[in-house]
């Protein structure tokens, strides 16, 4: 029988602070039971997967995570607004949860709920599009430039690779500039 008071969803709050706190290298069944005062083998009874069904609500959770970020950034924005405010929303998931940021799933497999977690936040970009006319196979070409601009700034501001002295914010700034620049002015086939 699971512990009284200890949940799936807390096993997963306490293997997140663990990752955040040491790292993604750190996750370990032990670990996580350390933290939430249980004995290794109990976990089993909330996580019954083990490590790998661990890892996978971890994925989902930051993912829902990230989608909750962008989507209220976007509400009640329109156009080049709501595409800035969804970058820089995504920038600072990443940079204030950088370890966390790292369980994100680039590929996710095929799962009921890691896919629709993918879905939604494929589907706040998306979404933010719309107002620039793009639909179908455009609209997927787009939010795929959209994650690929958001991604790699992310990963390289985490990273540490911007080591020179020109101000990140106006990098950033710039990024968005281009973006929407480019979205305005998408090819139509």
Not at 15 to 38: F, H, M, N, S, W
Not at 56 to 61: G, S, T
Not at 78 to 94: E, F, K
Request: zero cysteines; charged letters at 20%.
């Amino acid at each position: 029988m699971p512990r009284v008071g200890l949940t799936p969803e807390q096993v997963v709050d306490h293997a997140l602070a663990l990752i955040d706190e040491l790292g993604p290298e750190a996750l370990t069944l032990a670990a996580v039971a350390g933290r939430a005062g249980v004995a290794t083998p109990s976990l089993y009874k909330h996580v019954s997967g083990g490590l790998a069904e661990l890892r996978r609500l971890i994925a989902v959770r930051v993912t829902q995570e990230l989608a909750d970020r962008l989507a209220e950034a976007a509400l009640g924005r329109g156009g080049d607004d709501a595409v800035a405010a969804v970058l820089r929303a995504y920038h600072g998931y990443a940079t204030e949860h950088p370890h966390r940021y790292s369980a994100l799933p680039q590929a996710p497999q095929p799962d009921d709920e890691l896919t629709r977690a993918a879905a939604r936040l494929v589907g706040v970009i998306v979404a933010v599009l719309r107002e620039y006319g793009l639909g179908g196979s455009e609209a997927i070409h787009a939010a795929r430039t959209v994650r690929s601009l958001a991604h790699g700034f992310a990963s390289l501001s985490i990273g540490g690779a911007f080591q020179l002295s020109e101000d990140l914010s106006t990098t950033q700034d710039r990024l968005i500039t281009v973006l929407t620049s480019g979205l305005r002015n998408w090819p139509r086939p």
